[in-house]
């Protein structure tokens, strides 16, 4: 993943978390393509007591979860202003979800309960198409 544009220590961080063990996916403006010069960089993984732990050692904190719009965000974690990190129950469904979401350009809903609940009706649809590709 390219890094422009930031300090050294959040080039650091983002360098420990990939060469980590864990599997950091990015979202956010980066992902759907908004991104500015000064944007943060967002992240998820799949939640798990071993990634908090590993979050918590490189510098992260806790952040106040009423920020996101999903039933599967567990927890989100963040370094300074510059980096968040939603854990989720389940990546393959966000991952899924995240590429209904930039396909159709949903991720530009401004509306806070629309965007909510537009985001879990595609964790729904996520998880039928996962069942059915499975199958």
């Known amino acids: 993943m390219p890094i422009k544009?930031?300090?050294?220590?959040v080039h650091e961080v983002i360098t420990q978390m990939d060469r980590s063990k864990?599997?950091?996916y990015l979202t956010g403006s980066r992902f759907f393509g908004g991104a500015r010069a000064d944007s943060d960089w967002d992240f998820f993984a799949e939640y798990s007591n071993?990634?908090?732990s590993f979050l918590l050692r490189i510098g992260f904190r806790y952040k106040p979860i009423n920020d996101y719009f999903d039933s599967q965000t567990v927890e989100v974690l963040e370094f300074g202003r510059e980096i968040d990190v939603q854990l989720v129950s389940n990546t393959a469904i966000k991952n899924i979800a995240q590429e209904i979401m930039r396909a159709t350009k949903w991720y530009t809903i401004t509306d806070t309960n629309l965007r909510r609940v537009v985001w879990n009706e595609l964790y729904k649809l996520a998880t039928t198409v996962r069942i059915i590709v499975q199958d």
């Open 5 to 9: 544009n930031t300090t050294t220590k």
């Open 22 to 24: 864990f599997d950091f």
């Open 50 to 52: 071993e990634v908090v």
